[in-house]
């Protein structure tokens, strides 16, 4: 039987889940996306570098449609010196 903690922790998992899928879809429409894996990347390159929605599109332009050879993402990064 599950504890009141383990129940609480499931059911926060799957709210999560749920709220992460529909957020795909949203921006896989939104953006234009082929399919839901490049809006997946859309959602976690902005939610990593803390970027702008139009910040993470352009990042996730690379191989647009599939055409990425392996690649979802590049950003770079400007080094001081």
């Not at 139009?54 to 449609?65: F, P, Y």
């Amino acid at each position: 039987m599950m504890r009141t903690e383990e129940k609480r922790e499931a059911a926060w998992a799957i709210e999560t889940g749920h709220l992460l899928e529909m957020e795909v879809r949203k921006l896989r429409k939104t953006w234009g996306y082929t399919n839901e894996g490049e809006a997946f990347v859309h959602v976690f390159v902005r939610s990593y570098f803390n970027l702008e929605d139009e910040d993470a599109a352009d990042d996730c332009q690379i191989g647009w449609a599939g055409h990425d050879k392996g690649i979802d993402d590049v950003r770079f990064f400007q080094v001081a010196g």
